[in-house]
């Protein structure tokens, strides 16, 4: 699941299933209620508005990608350069890890303005605890 600011960054990750339970509580927690939330025609999606957003959506199914200020192009783009790039380079991962790769994608797409800032940040983040195990 992902999360894309306009003009701005974007949060995504791995999650257990797609449940309308499962989606909503991932949206409470990462988008500012009343911001305005643009979907594909998912039905997890149904009851967005009645949380407290803005809901609009697109309908792929009707061969829609747009519809006035909604799309949901960003994360589509996201999710197809991070399959290419696991495709090319990993070939497969394991949903063990799968959260790193796609933490570390986030971080390069956030990044990708500025090569300063994503090198800084990086060598100042080894001082940091390393993760561990689970």
């Known amino acids: ?5 306009r003009n701005g ?11 309308k339970a499962r989606l ?19 039905s997890g999606y149904s009851k967005l508005h009645e949380t407290g957003y803005v ?4 309908d792929h199914r ?5 519809n006035g200020i909604h799309h949901t192009n ?4 996201h999710w197809s350069l991070f399959k290419r790039a696991v495709r090319g380079t990993h070939v497969s991962i394991s949903s063990k890890h799968m959260w790193k790769y796609v933490a570390e994608f986030s971080y390069r797409r956030n990044y990708r303005q500025s090569h300063r800032a994503m090198f800084g940040r990086l060598v100042s ?6 993760l561990a195990e689970t």
């Open 1 to 5: 699941m992902g999360f894309a600011e």
């Open 9 to 19: 960054r974007l949060r995504a990750g791995p999650i257990a299933d797609t449940t």
């Open 24 to 42: 909503e509580a991932h949206i409470v927690d990462n988008v500012e209620a009343g911001s305005t939330v643009s979907t594909d025609e998912y």
């Open 55 to 58: 809901h609009g959506m697109v």
């Open 62 to 66: 009707s061969k829609e990608y747009v």
């Open 74 to 77: 960003t994360l589509e783009g």
């Open 125 to 130: 983040s080894f001082s940091l605890p390393r």
